[in-house]
Protein backbone atom coordinates (compact mmCIF):
# COMPACT_ATOMS: atom_id res chain seq x y z
CA UNK A 1 0.00 0.00 0.00
CA UNK A 2 3.60 2.24 1.12
CA UNK A 3 4.20 1.44 -2.51
CA UNK A 4 0.94 2.50 -4.17
CA UNK A 5 1.04 6.14 -2.17
CA UNK A 6 5.01 6.70 -3.45
CA UNK A 7 5.30 6.12 -6.55
CA UNK A 8 4.33 8.37 -9.75
CA UNK A 9 2.21 6.10 -10.92
CA UNK A 10 0.79 5.04 -8.20
CA UNK A 11 0.14 8.64 -7.22
CA UNK A 12 -1.66 8.98 -10.74
CA UNK A 13 -4.08 5.85 -10.51
CA UNK A 14 -4.88 7.46 -6.98
CA UNK A 15 -5.66 10.95 -8.24
CA UNK A 16 -7.31 9.41 -11.47
CA UNK A 17 -9.79 7.59 -9.57
CA UNK A 18 -10.97 9.77 -7.19
CA UNK A 19 -11.59 12.56 -9.62
CA UNK A 20 -14.19 10.02 -11.06
CA UNK A 21 -15.40 9.36 -7.58
CA UNK A 22 -16.04 13.03 -6.97
CA UNK A 23 -17.70 13.71 -10.65
CA UNK A 24 -20.73 10.30 -9.91
CA UNK A 25 -20.36 11.09 -5.78
CA UNK A 26 -21.71 14.92 -6.84
CA UNK A 27 -24.10 13.39 -9.22
CA UNK A 28 -25.21 10.98 -6.26
CA UNK A 29 -25.51 14.25 -3.94
CA UNK A 30 -27.31 16.13 -6.68
CA UNK A 31 -29.89 13.08 -8.22
CA UNK A 32 -28.39 13.97 -11.61
CA UNK A 33 -27.09 11.79 -13.81
CA UNK A 34 -26.52 14.30 -16.13
CA UNK A 35 -23.62 15.32 -14.10
CA UNK A 36 -22.08 11.36 -14.79
CA UNK A 37 -19.98 11.76 -17.93
CA UNK A 38 -18.30 8.54 -18.73
CA UNK A 39 -15.92 9.93 -21.28
CA UNK A 40 -14.34 11.71 -18.40
CA UNK A 41 -13.34 8.04 -17.06
CA UNK A 42 -11.45 7.92 -20.26
CA UNK A 43 -10.07 10.69 -20.32
CA UNK A 44 -8.53 10.68 -16.89
CA UNK A 45 -7.00 7.49 -17.50
CA UNK A 46 -5.24 9.16 -20.41
CA UNK A 47 -4.15 12.22 -19.33
CA UNK A 48 -4.02 12.16 -15.80
CA UNK A 49 -2.74 8.35 -15.98
CA UNK A 50 -1.19 7.00 -19.06
CA UNK A 51 -0.29 10.30 -20.30
CA UNK A 52 -0.76 9.90 -24.01
CA UNK A 53 1.32 11.84 -25.64
CA UNK A 54 -1.40 12.25 -28.76
CA UNK A 55 -3.94 13.62 -25.99
CA UNK A 56 -1.94 15.92 -23.82
CA UNK A 57 0.20 17.35 -26.35
CA UNK A 58 -1.99 20.44 -26.81
CA UNK A 59 -3.60 20.73 -23.40
CA UNK A 60 -5.72 23.34 -24.34
CA UNK A 61 -7.84 21.10 -27.20
CA UNK A 62 -9.05 18.33 -23.98
CA UNK A 63 -11.24 20.89 -22.53
CA UNK A 64 -12.20 22.37 -26.40
CA UNK A 65 -12.71 19.87 -28.21
CA UNK A 66 -14.52 17.46 -25.76
CA UNK A 67 -16.69 20.53 -24.82
CA UNK A 68 -17.26 21.63 -28.37
CA UNK A 69 -18.42 17.79 -29.13
CA UNK A 70 -20.78 18.09 -25.78
CA UNK A 71 -22.48 21.43 -27.36
CA UNK A 72 -22.69 20.03 -31.01
CA UNK A 73 -24.87 16.63 -29.45
CA UNK A 74 -27.02 18.81 -27.08
CA UNK A 75 -27.99 20.79 -29.47
CA UNK A 76 -28.45 18.50 -32.04
CA UNK A 77 -30.24 16.37 -29.98
CA UNK A 78 -32.91 19.22 -28.93
CA UNK A 79 -34.07 18.56 -33.01
CA UNK A 80 -36.69 16.34 -34.42
CA UNK A 81 -34.99 13.78 -35.88
CA UNK A 82 -34.55 9.94 -35.59
CA UNK A 83 -32.22 8.29 -32.77
CA UNK A 84 -29.93 7.26 -35.57
CA UNK A 85 -29.78 10.58 -37.67
CA UNK A 86 -29.21 12.30 -34.64
CA UNK A 87 -25.75 10.24 -34.59
CA UNK A 88 -25.07 9.94 -37.48
CA UNK A 89 -25.57 14.27 -37.81
CA UNK A 90 -23.14 14.31 -34.36
CA UNK A 91 -20.45 12.06 -35.66
CA UNK A 92 -20.29 14.15 -38.93
CA UNK A 93 -20.38 17.35 -37.27
CA UNK A 94 -17.94 16.22 -34.54
CA UNK A 95 -15.64 15.55 -37.85
CA UNK A 96 -15.80 18.88 -38.72
CA UNK A 97 -15.21 20.27 -35.54
CA UNK A 98 -12.01 17.99 -34.81
CA UNK A 99 -11.16 19.63 -38.37
CA UNK A 100 -10.95 22.45 -37.37
CA UNK A 101 -9.27 22.23 -34.25
CA UNK A 102 -6.70 20.17 -36.31
CA UNK A 103 -7.02 17.44 -33.13
CA UNK A 104 -7.40 13.91 -33.29
CA UNK A 105 -8.74 13.55 -29.69
CA UNK A 106 -10.96 10.57 -29.87
CA UNK A 107 -12.95 10.75 -26.74
CA UNK A 108 -14.40 13.86 -28.25
CA UNK A 109 -16.66 11.39 -30.16
CA UNK A 110 -18.14 10.04 -26.66
CA UNK A 111 -18.55 13.31 -25.19
CA UNK A 112 -20.31 14.53 -28.19
CA UNK A 113 -23.02 11.34 -28.31
CA UNK A 114 -23.59 10.98 -24.60
CA UNK A 115 -26.35 13.81 -24.76
CA UNK A 116 -28.49 12.15 -27.07
CA UNK A 117 -27.91 8.19 -25.72
CA UNK A 118 -28.83 10.08 -22.16
CA UNK A 119 -31.22 12.11 -23.58
CA UNK A 120 -29.85 15.90 -22.20
CA UNK A 121 -32.14 18.27 -21.61
CA UNK A 122 -30.73 20.52 -18.96
CA UNK A 123 -27.60 22.78 -19.32
CA UNK A 124 -26.14 21.20 -16.54
CA UNK A 125 -24.57 19.06 -18.57
CA UNK A 126 -22.97 21.67 -20.74
CA UNK A 127 -21.75 22.92 -17.11
CA UNK A 128 -20.62 19.90 -16.17
CA UNK A 129 -18.52 19.15 -19.39
CA UNK A 130 -16.68 22.87 -18.41
CA UNK A 131 -16.01 22.47 -15.52
CA UNK A 132 -14.76 18.58 -15.67
CA UNK A 133 -12.48 19.52 -18.93
CA UNK A 134 -11.16 22.35 -17.73
CA UNK A 135 -10.23 20.27 -14.86
CA UNK A 136 -8.37 17.82 -16.65
CA UNK A 137 -6.60 20.47 -18.75
CA UNK A 138 -4.99 22.55 -15.51
CA UNK A 139 -3.94 19.10 -14.61
CA UNK A 140 -2.37 18.57 -17.69
CA UNK A 141 -0.79 21.77 -17.80
CA UNK A 142 0.37 21.47 -13.70
CA UNK A 143 1.85 17.92 -14.86
CA UNK A 144 3.71 19.60 -17.11
CA UNK A 145 5.11 16.40 -19.40
CA UNK A 146 3.15 17.90 -22.37
CA UNK A 147 5.95 19.30 -23.13
CA UNK A 148 8.38 16.31 -23.91
CA UNK A 149 5.79 15.45 -26.18
CA UNK A 150 5.62 15.24 -30.00
CA UNK A 151 3.09 17.24 -32.07
CA UNK A 152 -0.14 14.88 -32.68
CA UNK A 153 -0.65 13.56 -36.11
CA UNK A 154 -2.86 15.64 -37.79
CA UNK A 155 -6.10 14.31 -39.25
CA UNK A 156 -6.04 12.30 -42.04
CA UNK A 157 -9.19 13.36 -44.58
CA UNK A 158 -8.84 9.28 -45.73
CA UNK A 159 -9.30 8.56 -42.33
CA UNK A 160 -12.68 10.61 -41.64
CA UNK A 161 -14.12 8.95 -44.46
CA UNK A 162 -13.10 5.66 -43.45
CA UNK A 163 -14.39 6.27 -40.29
CA UNK A 164 -18.03 7.89 -42.05
CA UNK A 165 -18.15 5.29 -44.20
CA UNK A 166 -18.01 2.49 -41.62
CA UNK A 167 -20.68 4.75 -39.09
CA UNK A 168 -23.16 5.05 -41.98
CA UNK A 169 -22.77 0.96 -42.66
CA UNK A 170 -23.15 -0.18 -38.87
CA UNK A 171 -26.18 2.71 -38.26
CA UNK A 172 -27.87 1.62 -41.63
CA UNK A 173 -28.03 -2.09 -40.48
CA UNK A 174 -28.93 -1.04 -36.80
CA UNK A 175 -31.51 1.06 -38.29
CA UNK A 176 -32.76 -1.99 -40.88
CA UNK A 177 -33.10 -4.42 -38.02
CA UNK A 178 -34.98 -1.61 -35.64
CA UNK A 179 -32.17 -1.81 -33.03
CA UNK A 180 -31.68 2.30 -33.26
CA UNK A 181 -30.00 2.16 -29.83
CA UNK A 182 -27.43 0.35 -30.88
CA UNK A 183 -26.04 3.52 -33.25
CA UNK A 184 -23.82 4.32 -31.26
CA UNK A 185 -21.49 2.91 -28.33
CA UNK A 186 -19.04 5.61 -27.86
CA UNK A 187 -16.35 3.60 -26.14
CA UNK A 188 -16.17 1.93 -29.24
CA UNK A 189 -16.03 4.24 -31.84
CA UNK A 190 -13.12 6.22 -29.69
CA UNK A 191 -10.88 3.30 -30.12
CA UNK A 192 -12.06 2.82 -33.36
CA UNK A 193 -11.33 6.20 -34.66
CA UNK A 194 -7.84 5.72 -32.72
CA UNK A 195 -6.59 2.52 -34.38
CA UNK A 196 -7.93 3.77 -37.61
CA UNK A 197 -4.83 6.13 -37.67
CA UNK A 198 -2.58 3.41 -36.76
CA UNK A 199 -0.20 2.48 -39.89
CA UNK A 200 -0.90 -1.51 -38.20
CA UNK A 201 -3.02 -3.07 -36.73
CA UNK A 202 -2.39 -6.80 -35.76
CA UNK A 203 -5.42 -9.22 -35.13
CA UNK A 204 -3.97 -10.15 -31.80
CA UNK A 205 -4.32 -6.70 -30.87
CA UNK A 206 -7.92 -6.27 -32.60
CA UNK A 207 -8.77 -9.69 -29.89
CA UNK A 208 -7.56 -7.98 -27.13
CA UNK A 209 -9.28 -4.58 -27.52
CA UNK A 210 -12.55 -6.42 -28.27
CA UNK A 211 -12.35 -8.68 -25.26
CA UNK A 212 -11.23 -5.52 -23.19
CA UNK A 213 -14.50 -3.23 -24.42
CA UNK A 214 -16.91 -6.41 -23.90
CA UNK A 215 -15.38 -7.40 -20.48
CA UNK A 216 -15.44 -3.82 -19.55
CA UNK A 217 -19.34 -3.51 -20.57
CA UNK A 218 -20.29 -6.57 -18.88
CA UNK A 219 -17.90 -5.20 -15.44
CA UNK A 220 -20.46 -1.96 -15.67
CA UNK A 221 -23.70 -3.89 -16.26
CA UNK A 222 -23.12 -6.34 -13.74
CA UNK A 223 -21.49 -4.48 -10.79
CA UNK A 224 -24.45 -1.78 -11.28
CA UNK A 225 -27.27 -4.36 -11.57
CA UNK A 226 -25.66 -6.19 -8.23
CA UNK A 227 -24.84 -2.99 -6.09
CA UNK A 228 -27.55 -0.96 -7.51
CA UNK A 229 -26.34 2.48 -6.36
CA UNK A 230 -23.94 4.80 -8.77
CA UNK A 231 -21.26 5.77 -6.33
CA UNK A 232 -20.66 2.00 -4.89
CA UNK A 233 -20.54 0.04 -8.12
CA UNK A 234 -18.34 3.05 -9.71
CA UNK A 235 -16.24 2.08 -6.54
CA UNK A 236 -16.21 -1.33 -7.57
CA UNK A 237 -15.81 -1.61 -11.42
CA UNK A 238 -12.80 0.55 -11.76
CA UNK A 239 -10.34 -1.85 -9.85
CA UNK A 240 -12.15 -4.70 -11.70
CA UNK A 241 -11.32 -2.86 -15.18
CA UNK A 242 -7.84 -1.65 -14.01
CA UNK A 243 -7.32 -5.52 -13.09
CA UNK A 244 -8.91 -6.70 -16.64
CA UNK A 245 -6.78 -4.64 -18.78
CA UNK A 246 -3.59 -5.65 -16.70
CA UNK A 247 -4.14 -8.94 -17.46
CA UNK A 248 -4.50 -8.26 -20.93
CA UNK A 249 -1.34 -6.57 -20.84
CA UNK A 250 -3.47 -3.12 -22.32
CA UNK A 251 -3.64 0.53 -21.94
CA UNK A 252 -6.98 1.74 -23.09
CA UNK A 253 -8.44 4.41 -21.44
CA UNK A 254 -11.99 4.07 -23.25
CA UNK A 255 -12.40 0.82 -21.26
CA UNK A 256 -12.85 3.10 -18.07
CA UNK A 257 -15.92 4.81 -19.56
CA UNK A 258 -17.90 1.89 -19.71
CA UNK A 259 -18.45 1.15 -16.13
CA UNK A 260 -20.01 4.96 -16.06
CA UNK A 261 -22.22 4.60 -19.07
CA UNK A 262 -23.45 1.86 -17.37
CA UNK A 263 -24.82 4.22 -15.00
CA UNK A 264 -26.71 6.82 -17.11
CA UNK A 265 -28.09 4.53 -19.84
CA UNK A 266 -32.12 4.02 -20.35
CA UNK A 267 -33.05 0.96 -19.40
CA UNK A 268 -33.63 -0.53 -22.97
CA UNK A 269 -29.89 0.30 -23.41
CA UNK A 270 -28.50 -0.82 -20.43
CA UNK A 271 -29.44 -5.19 -20.26
CA UNK A 272 -28.10 -5.19 -23.60
CA UNK A 273 -24.84 -3.01 -23.15
CA UNK A 274 -22.33 -6.00 -22.89
CA UNK A 275 -23.62 -7.11 -26.44
CA UNK A 276 -24.30 -4.56 -28.04
CA UNK A 277 -20.40 -3.64 -27.10
CA UNK A 278 -19.42 -7.09 -28.26
CA UNK A 279 -20.91 -6.77 -31.56
CA UNK A 280 -19.97 -3.15 -32.21
CA UNK A 281 -16.52 -3.90 -31.27
CA UNK A 282 -16.10 -7.08 -33.42
CA UNK A 283 -17.82 -4.68 -36.63
CA UNK A 284 -15.38 -1.52 -36.23
CA UNK A 285 -12.09 -2.80 -34.96
CA UNK A 286 -12.58 -6.39 -37.67
CA UNK A 287 -13.23 -3.97 -39.81
CA UNK A 288 -10.27 -1.97 -39.54
CA UNK A 289 -8.08 -5.20 -39.40
CA UNK A 290 -9.42 -6.42 -42.69
CA UNK A 291 -8.75 -3.14 -44.06
CA UNK A 292 -5.11 -2.78 -43.08
CA UNK A 293 -4.69 -5.97 -44.16
CA UNK A 294 -5.58 -5.32 -47.73
CA UNK A 295 -4.02 -2.19 -47.97
CA UNK A 296 -0.49 -4.27 -47.00
CA UNK A 297 -1.50 -6.96 -49.27
CA UNK A 298 -1.79 -4.48 -51.77
CA UNK A 299 1.29 -2.71 -51.31
CA UNK A 300 3.31 -5.81 -50.60
CA UNK A 301 2.16 -6.58 -54.31
CA UNK A 302 3.26 -3.69 -55.53
CA UNK A 303 6.33 -3.56 -54.37
CA UNK A 304 7.28 -6.89 -55.42
CA UNK A 305 5.90 -6.26 -59.36
CA UNK A 306 8.44 -3.46 -59.06
Not at 17 to 36: H, K, S
Amino acid sequence: MRHLFTTRPGRDYLIGFAFILIMVGLATYQQDYEIILPEIGALTTGTWIYRKATWINQPVKIFLAPAGTAIIGFLVNQLALGYAVKVYLTLLLILVLLSILRSTLAPSFATGLLPIIVNATHWVFIVAIVVFTASLMIGVFLQGTYRQTAPAPKLQWPTMLGFMLAATLWIGVVWRIDQPQMAGIPPVLVVFFEVAQLPTYSGKLAIKHIIALSGAATLGVVSYYLLGTWLLATLISLPLVFIMLSLLNLKLPAAYAFPLLALVLPTNMFHGLPLTASLAAIFFLGTVYLYKQVMNRLSWTSENES
